[in-house]
């Protein structure tokens, strides 16, 4: 197809003889352009999962809290039952003390038999006040 015959002139001596044609719009205008961002929206809202780790959370915070309440009652039976028997392992410890002690003060006097002016069982720091032994110094099971 030739110019002259797109534009229904023919014979046409120069482009200069053309008629205007210019390129435009169909009528009623082209349809518009989608430009803007249109992200589907899936899965939960924002507000929907602040909601659910909102209510996790305070699931969570309130099993702990069941759970400190049962730890502290146990502990405290724990103390209760200790407090309790304390007095008859005090006694038990003070009968081992005393069988202990007279053996070391026998041990004392048969080693010291010999020594002028010594007598069984006194300090020899002079100090005034009665201390019990170190930890384990009438254990020989310990040493």
């Given at each position: 197809m030739t110019e002259a015959f797109i534009?229904?002139?023919?014979?046409?001596?120069?482009?200069?003889?053309?008629?205007?044609l210019q390129d435009g719009p169909p009528p009623g205008g082209f349809a518009p352009v989608r430009y803007a961002r249109r992200i589907p929206s899936k899965g939960p809202s924002a507000v929907a999962i602040f909601l659910a780790a909102f209510g996790t959370f305070s699931w969570?915070?309130?099993?702990?809290?069941?759970?400190?309440?049962?730890?502290?009652?146990?502990?405290?039976?724990?103390?209760?039952a200790r407090r309790a028997i304390l007095p008859m392992l005090q006694a038990e410890e003070d009968e081992r003390f005393v069988k202990e002690w007279k053996k070391y003060l026998e041990e004392e006097a048969r080693i010291m038999k010999d020594v002028p002016g010594w007598k069984v069982g006194e300090s020899v720091y002079h100090s005034g006040k009665w201390m019990p032994p170190a930890t384990g110094e009438l254990r020989p099971e310990v040493w």
């Open positions: 534009r229904n002139k023919p014979g046409m001596a120069s482009v200069k003889d053309m008629p205007l969570g915070m309130y099993e702990v809290g069941k759970g400190n309440k049962i730890r502290r009652a146990i502990k405290e039976e724990k103390y209760a």
